[in-house]
Antibody, heavy 125, light 107 residues
Framework: QVQLQESGPGLVKPSQTLSLTCTVS??????????WTWIRQQPGKGLEWIGY???????YYNPSLTSRVTMSLDKSKNQFSLSLSSVTAADTAVYYC?????????????????WGQGTLVTVSS | EIVLTQSPGTLSLSPGERATLSCRAS??????LAWYQQKPGQAPRLLIY???SRATGTPARFSCSGSGTDFTLTISRLEPEDFAVYYC?????????FGQGTQVDIK
């Protein structure tokens, strides 16, 4: 049974870069069957899909965040990572990693399952 | 971007009652809709995908109907563990978006 666990700093200063890592256990990120995904939930608000990275290294990001987001893989550690640059208070959120089954042409993503427990990142000076 | 609107915002019911939650899409999503349950301090958990297929571990009291723009999640008889927030999510030909959630409270 695959499990995901987020890790990273809980506090980031405005204008700096938020960096998080997701460690996957019980499954391999080199599986071609899934997109490795980041989702966030701002306090008291709903859920926002950030984007995904595939085992090949290809990525797709939410258009609203694409200018600030970078995702990467570390296959040796079975981890994938998120970087979000130039953060502001609006980026304060619980960040979740998850996976989504691969879908065919003209399809960006499917459902998300399972999810990590989430990590709260606060942007404040 | 496809906007999902969930209603009602809050549903106050008693254990054993039937819950009916709505999710409306701003344009057709075919059957590319999923539902999640989120309890306080926990990550969302997938309940339903493909508009009507229960995920592994989802009890049979959860069912979903609809296609196109209008979807309904029904909990036939509420159990104490069902009181939570429920989100719908569309997927497919555009990037995923979520509804704003419906909170199911104990009356």
């Amino acid at each position: 049974q695959v499990q995901l666990q987020e890790s990273g700093p809980g506090l980031v200063k405005p204008s700096q870069t938020l960096s998080l890592t997701c460690t996957v256990s019980g499954g391999s990120i080199t599986s071609g069957d899934y997109y490795w995904t980041w989702i966030r939930q701002q306090p008291g608000k709903g859920l926002e899909w950030i984007g995904y990275i595939y085992y090949s290294g290809s990525t797709y990001y939410n258009p609203s965040l694409t200018s600030r987001v970078t995702m990467s893989l570390d296959k040796s550690k079975n981890q994938f990572s998120l970087s979000l640059s130039s953060v502001t208070a609006a980026d304060t959120a619980v960040y979740y990693c998850s996976r989504s089954p691969v879908c065919g042409p003209d399809c960006y993503t499917k459902w998300f399952d399972p999810w990590g427990q989430g990590t709260l990142v606060t942007v404040s000076s | 971007e496809i906007v999902l609107t969930q209603s009602p915002g809050t549903l106050s019911l008693s254990p054993g009652e039937r819950a009916t939650l709505s999710c409306r899409a701003s344009q057709s999503v075919s059957n590319n809709l999923a539902w999640y349950q989120q309890k306080p301090g926990q990550a969302p958990r997938l309940l339903i995908y493909g508009a009507s297929s229960r995920a592994t571990g989802t009890p049979a009291r959860f069912s979903c109907s609809g296609s196109g723009t209008d979807f309904t999640l029904t909990i036939s008889r509420l159990e104490p563990e069902d009181f939570a927030v429920y989100y719908c999510q569309h997927y497919g030909r555009s990037h995923a978006t979520f509804g704003q959630g419906t909170q199911v409270d104990i009356k």
